[in-house]
């Protein structure tokens, strides 16, 4: 099986792909043929030695945090899959989805949703589970609440928005102004150039404030909060002092495997209240290419890898 691994830390050179023999399922495991991975800013944080979880100890590493695919054979114990059934996760912190194949267990992976073929399916796992965990888990958004989310054009705000919306809150977002228009097709209440305007000027008296930029983005972020409500950041911890001077709660998180909540997501995407935006899709031999242009580029949505071409649909 092909694989792109890194046996050093480094820029896009550092990544190799190499023919490695298909692992085999162990107990409580089953065996995936992988149709489509994404590819999500942590893959070049983690290539770049940038990722604490991922040490040298860990070296050589196969990249890739989600996939969608085919369960190819189960290992003993497993009930819920059978060869054949399509499947999308989550991995481990200790497998990779830039692969033909991976190893999973139940708490990774999920059916795919009916409505989507894998590269599509692909595109959600890691951006959809940390929108989720972001808005709920941490930051508690219920209906008829107020929440502003910052970057919603890209992989894990466009899901922020529609998720806000299917749990009935109302929902302002920061994106550029070409993006503008996506963004309310999204579902977005209000959606703010940022280059253009001040969030702060347009908002106020949120409950939430769910932040993929960090910076000074999030430290404006204090004035729109209402009393005892909540910054989540996916990047940089809010400071504790500034959060309690505002009378609100701060928190910084990182997304974890959770096949229950992928499944809950994935019965939003057939029911119509999710839509997966995928803006490019390269080979898995063309995978440095394809974290150099989510580097480079304005990304309107996910970034996918074609692995299995017979499989990814």
Request: zero cysteines; a neutral charge; charged letters at 20%.
């Amino acid at each position: 099986m092909r694989a792109i691994r890194i046996h050093r830390f480094g820029g896009g050179e550092a990544m190799r792909i190499e023919e490695l023999p298909t692992p085999r399922p162990g107990p409580g495991e089953v065996l995936v043929r992988i149709g489509a991975a994404s590819v999500n800013p942590v893959d070049a944080k983690i290539r770049a030695g940038k990722y604490p979880a991922v040490t040298a100890a860990m070296l050589p590493y196969t990249l890739g945090r989600d996939m969608a695919g085919v369960i190819e054979a189960v290992g003993p114990g497993i009930d819920e899959f059978n060869p054949g059934d399509a499947v999308f996760g989550y991995l481990d912190i200790a497998r990779g989805g830039y692969a033909d194949y991976v190893i999973a267990t139940p708490a990774e992976v999920t059916p795919k949703p009916l409505s989507l073929g894998l590269v599509a399916a692909a595109a959600v796992p890691l951006a959809g589970l940390t929108a989720w965990q972001g808005l709920v888990e941490h930051g508690g958004l219920a209906p008829g609440q107020r929440v502003l989310i910052h970057g919603g054009a890209g992989g894990v705000g466009h899901f922020a928005i529609q998720f806000a919306k299917a749990l009935g809150a109302w929902v302002a977002t920061t994106v550029s102004a070409g993006d503008l228009d996506f963004a309310r097709a999204l579902g977005a209440d209000l959606a703010i150039d940022y280059r253009a305007e001040r969030f702060e000027d347009q908002v106020r008296d949120l409950d939430l404030v769910y932040d993929l930029i960090a910076g000074d983005t999030q430290e404006r972020s204090w004035s729109v909060l209402k009393q005892g409500g909540m910054l989540v950041s996916t990047l940089t911890q809010p400071s504790v002092d500034k959060a309690r001077a505002h009378g609100v709660r701060g928190l910084r998180y990182t997304a974890q495997p959770n096949a229950e909540q992928l499944m809950g997501i994935g019965r939003l995407i057939d029911q119509g209240k999710v839509r997966v935006t995928v803006a490019k899709i390269f080979p898995l031999v063309e995978a440095q290419a394809a974290q150099d242009y989510l580097d480079s580029a304005h990304v309107r949505g996910k970034i996918v890898l074609a692995i299995n071409q017979g499989s990814a649909r």
